[in-house]
């Protein structure tokens, strides 16, 4: 396995009510990964704004933050996203929106954009701090998928740069696979020994993925294996909200094609009602 570094970090930077949270969110994560930060503002330059930010940024100059001030007008989307690969960006933070009068949050309609187009690794937040929040458990998919390996390697450089305490690997198992349908309790017996077999099936898989990780990301990280039967993203998203994870991180899609818009993909369900605060690997 090859493990992807993040050597620098963008963040869309609108002088919001936010703009503050949103900066030290992005300026701790700049230190923790030694990553070049690089603010992007869709709109004129001014040595008002440029002013308000290296203001706000100054109470990181003891942690020789890394920073660049990047202007550009333009459609937002397109903006972004040429800005990202442009400058090489590994990490792109963008900030969730709060459903009114309920406690759930979505991606608003340009975030939602850049996540489907982004090149590169995105992490949504939903809602940044001034004062850091410890990150102490994250949740990873552990699906059988040609980017899981890589994910989950990930997952643990990511844990191992923000002082996490456990790892959980979270197996979704489509429900049809257990497709016995259940009437007497010889019918139960039968689910339950079949779901036992892929769940032990599961575990070993992962455990494989999980014996080549590096022990420098590993030491000292709780690991749990969770099996989960249901419809994948949702039941990944509902596992996260349950256990109050931290953080949630999800192999990017392989593709999006027009049908994923119509009939959602995992990452739409996760994307729809965010359960904390997500990671999208690519």
């Not at 990047?70 to 442009?86: A, M, Q, R, W, Y």
């Not at 993909?265 to 009602?273: F, G, K, R, S, V």
Request: hydrophobic share 40%; aromatic share 8%.
């Amino acid at each position: 396995m090859s493990l992807k570094h993040f050597d620098s970090i963008g963040i869309g930077v609108a002088f919001s009510p936010n703009l503050k949270a949103n900066l030290f969110e992005a300026a701790r994560l700049s230190v923790f990964f030694k990553a070049k930060l690089f603010l992007i503002h869709v709109g004129e330059a001014s040595e008002e704004k440029a002013k308000t930010l290296h203001s706000t940024l100054k109470i990181f100059e003891k942690d020789n933050i890394d920073y660049e001030l990047v202007f550009k007008t333009g459609n937002p989307v397109d903006v972004i996203l040429s800005i990202s690969e442009e400058n090489n960006i590994d990490l792109l933070i963008l900030g969730a929106v709060q459903r009114e009068r309920i406690l759930k949050y979505y991606v608003g309609s340009i975030a939602r954009k850049i996540t489907r187009q982004a090149k590169c690794s995105v992490l949504l937040l939903i809602k940044p701090s001034i004062d850091r929040i410890p990150c102490d458990h994250i949740v990873v998919n552990g699906l059988k998928d040609p980017k899981t390996e890589q994910t989950i390697l990930s997952a643990f450089y990511v844990a191992k740069k923000l002082k996490a305490n456990t790892v959980t690997i979270v197996e979704e198992i489509n429900q049809d696979e257990v497709s016995v349908k259940v009437n007497d309790d010889k019918s139960l017996r039968k689910v339950t020994i079949l779901k036992e077999r892929i769940e032990h099936r599961e575990n070993s898989r992962v455990k494989d993925v999980i014996s080549h990780i590096p022990e420098k990301y590993a030491k000292d990280i709780a690991i749990k294996l969770q099996p989960i039967f249901g419809k994948k993203g949702y039941s990944i998203g509902h596992y996260a909200q349950i256990s109050r994870a931290d953080l949630l991180i999800m192999n990017a899609p392989s593709k999006m094609t027009f049908w994923d818009r119509l009939f959602p993909h995992d990452i739409e369900h996760i994307l729809t009602e965010l359960p904390t605060d997500v990671l999208i690997l690519q």
